[in-house]
């Protein structure tokens, strides 16, 4: 597999506000294992093989279970979910969508506040971005080291 477009090869003010929104995400103080697990499970909607390879590699680095990675696209199922991170996967799977109902947002909120939410939305909206590149780009996944974009 060959990739179209080597993100290496542009330039670098092409993903620099990618990298910033993301910046902005890692510090807004939000679970470094919830952002992952949003991450990972939009990917997996989105198919993004090497965004799955990365979140993977990085939640599994944060001492993520990988019997929760492996079993989050039957997070329904699953016990070993908490309620907040339900909550936060059922509203990311309806912003995925661009349909969030009132009662997934009623359930968000009962865990997270207005500023966490929105910071919610923005991880979401930024790892689509980074799905849809790296699908159009047919960007190779196995070589992401932990790490590797900080």
Request: net charge negative; proline share 3%; glycine share 6%.
């Amino acid at each position: 597999m060959q990739a179209r477009i080597n993100f290496m090869e542009l330039p670098k003010a092409f993903s620099d506000g990618l990298f910033r929104l993301g910046g902005y995400v890692k510090k807004s103080g939000l679970d470094p294992i919830l952002l992952e697990l949003i991450n990972f499970r939009i990917s997996t909607i989105n198919g993004c093989a090497f965004c799955l390879d990365m979140h993977y590699k990085d939640a599994i680095a944060l001492g993520e279970d990988p019997q929760r990675l492996y079993s989050l696209s039957a997070w329904r199922e699953c016990p070993y979910y908490t309620d907040a991170e339900r909550a936060v996967l059922a509203y990311a799977e309806e912003v995925n969508t661009l349909h969030v109902t009132d009662e997934t947002y009623e359930e968000i909120s009962r865990f997270f506040n207005k500023q966490q939410i929105a910071d919610i939305t923005l991880a979401v909206a930024a790892i689509n971005t980074w799905n849809r590149l790296n699908r159009a780009f047919l960007t190779v996944p196995g070589g992401y080291q932990v790490g590797q974009f900080a």
